[in-house]
């Protein structure tokens, strides 16, 4: 199979007459834009500048960068690999991705490489749309329903990892309320969330992260639902900022509280949250912000700040681990290792 034989298409990335494309999400709301991937130091910085983001397609683009590299007859395409996989460093897809790469195309062909990159494609998909049947019965009619970050076909190349299970539950008929805190400091939920949400019909509130605290006390929110960008053995799970402080109130409130993730977002290697590296970005996007109405900056210019992209949610805060391959309570889910 060569790379100019295949013709995949989801909301974020697509791959036709040897091209492969990134929409690029710093522009959503407002501007639908296609990036064409250069080179392997071109998605690298896409990676990076958060143009593709969600750790479920940052695995997939990698990966199908990486044949794209052996497509056009790059010739260390091992040193390739390694420059894709330290991209980012605590989306653990990525890695995992480009570890199998290397590992069920070890002779580096185009066309070994092509096939294991349309299969993590494949999987990708199967794995949302299995995520998002084991989730929906978690959904009643007349919840409310809490959510941050995204997690939908922009995150992954299927239906999504919690936003699948919103989907579903809502494609089955069920009728609920979406709470979608807009996710400070990058605006994920309220840009792309609040998009995605529009376009499946599913009926949806903007609030800022410090308002979920007041519809919880206020008995408007009965779950919650949330991605992974890595799970521990312990069933601890690193996601976007501000994730934990989502749980803590859960569970005060008497919220249930779900992480939902595919089988590649766990790492078998990582026995706790305590070990998962946390990254750290530019000081700027707390100072202010930046998309396709320019750049704003609210703060004064040399502030000092703290901007982890992520924070850890520990197993105990967690009512359930929704994954392609069912849900478990976290004492459940130890048990599989």
């Known amino acids: 199979m060569r790379f100019a034989d295949l013709k995949l298409s989801s909301l974020g990335l697509r791959v036709a007459n040897a091209r492969l494309e990134i929409l690029d999400q710093r522009l959503l709301p407002d501007q639908e834009a296609w990036v064409e991937v250069r080179d392997h130091r071109h998605m690298v910085e896409i990676i990076k500048t958060l143009a593709v983001r969600g750790a479920p397609l940052i695995g997939v683009a990698a990966a199908m960068e990486l044949a794209h590299a052996a497509s056009r007859g790059e010739s260390d395409l091992r040193a390739v690999a390694a420059e ?11 890695m995992w ?16 490489l092509t096939r294991v990159a349309k299969a993590i494609f494949d999987e ?19 919840d409310g329903v809490l959510t941050i970050c995204n997690t939908g076909g922009l995150a992954t190349v299927g239906i999504g990892t919690a936003f699948a299970v919103l989907q579903r539950a809502f494609e089955q008929g069920r009728r609920f309320h979406v709470y979608a805190c807009e996710t400070r400091p990058l605006l994920q939920g309220g840009r792309l969330t609040t998009w995605e949400l529009a376009k499946v019909g599913i009926p949806h509130t903007l609030i800022t992260d410090s ?14 639902f949330t991605g992974a960008d890595r799970v521990s053995r312990r069933g601890d799970y690193a996601n976007k900022i501000g994730t934990y402080n989502m749980a803590v109130l859960a569970k005060y409130h008497g919220v249930r509280f779900y992480g939902v993730a595919p089988w590649s977002t766990v790492d078998a290697s990582c026995p706790s949250g305590e070990h998962i590296e946390i990254e750290e970005r530019h000081a700027d996007e707390v100072r202010g912000v930046a998309g396709s109405f320019g750049q704003v900056r609210w703060a004064p210019r040399d502030v000092a700040v703290f901007n982890p992209s992520f924070d850890v949610t520990p197993a105990e805060l967690v009512t359930g681990l929704v994954l392609d391959r069912g849900v478990y309570k976290p004492e459940e889910f130890q048990r599989l290792f």
């Open 211 to 224: 308002m979920a605290a007041t519809l919880m006390r206020a008995g408007r929110i009965q779950c919650a």
């Open 124 to 142: 990708d998909v199967a794995m949302c749309l299995a995520m998002g049947n084991n989730g929906a019965p978690l959904i009643q009619d007349g």
């Open 84 to 94: 894709l996989r330290a991209s980012r460093p605590t989306a653990v897809n990525l």
């Open 97 to 112: 991705a480009i570890d199998r790469m290397l590992r069920e195309a070890a002779d580096l062909t185009e066309a070994s």
